[in-house]
């Protein structure tokens, strides 16, 4: 999960993944914009619009199995009352495979192209 830090309201949280056979994992900048405006339709009052609001900060940490299975019971309660990205379910089904770190694991982080 990827978590873009805001000024003020909520930060926005992404999920991306899983990792490949290699351990590496992408998220693709291009799917942020939608993303946070999916985000900011279904909470308003929760979040300020991502371009005016982030900082430059991005935290990204690795999904426990019991933060994946409360998404994925948040994701069958609201499902029927917003619309989530194409795939979501899905990529919280494919991050329940992936062996999970233990909180001493080290996650590796490279910015390949920011997107200004």
């Known amino acids: 999960m ?3 830090e805001v000024v003020r ?4 949280s992404f ?12 998220l693709d900048g291009s799917t942020i914009p939608a993303e946070a405006e999916a985000q900011l339709s279904m909470a308003i009052m929760d979040y300020s619009p991502i371009a005016a609001a982030y900082t430059g900060k991005i935290t990204v940490k ?17 499902q029927k009352h917003t619309a989530y990205l194409s795939g979501y379910q899905d990529l919280l089904n494919a ?3 992936v062996p ?3 909180n001493s694991a080290l996650i590796k982080v490279e910015i390949i192209q920011l997107i200004a």
């Open 15 to 26: 999920l991306f993944g899983p990792t490949g056979a290699d351990g590496t994992a992408s």
């Open 100 to 102: 999970l770190l233990d």
């Open 95 to 97: 991050g329940l495979r």
């Open 9 to 12: 309201k909520n930060s926005y």
């Open 2 to 4: 990827a978590t873009f």
């Open 62 to 78: 690795a999904m426990s199995k019991a933060e994946i299975l409360k998404a994925i019971d948040a994701f069958n309660l609201f």
